[in-house]
């Protein structure tokens, strides 16, 4: 008996083509899609104007970093680092601003008492 050998498949050039065709136009529907613009969401101007007013008044930086805050979770906008550090920095002002005041305060009573700390 003779082993039967295997013979190498056919190259028929007409069938490629069309599977080519439909290859680019797959290409051009997969470019067609990755280079669309990206949507971005705008910034919330709560935010904007917390970390504006957190070098300036830094209550004002804290009541527009919480209001921010509320309208990004309730997903109306980005900006949700803007307004963590606009709070940071206003809470930190306020510490400071408040330290500032009782150290001025001290010095207003030290100064009228003649020089000499008064204890009660």
Avoid: C
Wanted: proline share 6%; hydrophobic share 50%.
């Amino acid at each position: 008996m003779r082993q039967q050998q295997p013979q190498a498949p056919v190259h028929h050039p007409q069938q490629e083509q069309p599977r080519t065709v439909a290859y680019l136009d797959d290409v051009r529907a997969t470019a067609a899609v990755r280079y669309e613009e990206p949507t971005v969401a705008p910034i919330n101007k709560f935010a904007i104007a917390a970390l504006i007013s957190a070098f300036f008044v830094p209550i004002i930086a804290v009541i527009f970093g919480h209001l921010a805050l509320r309208d990004i979770n309730g997903g109306k906008g980005e900006g949700r680092r803007m307004a963590v550090a606009s709070l940071i920095l206003g809470y930190f002002g306020i510490v400071w601003v408040t330290a500032l005041a009782i150290t001025f305060a001290a010095g207003i009573l030290v100064v009228g008492a003649g020089g000499k700390i008064i204890i009660g």
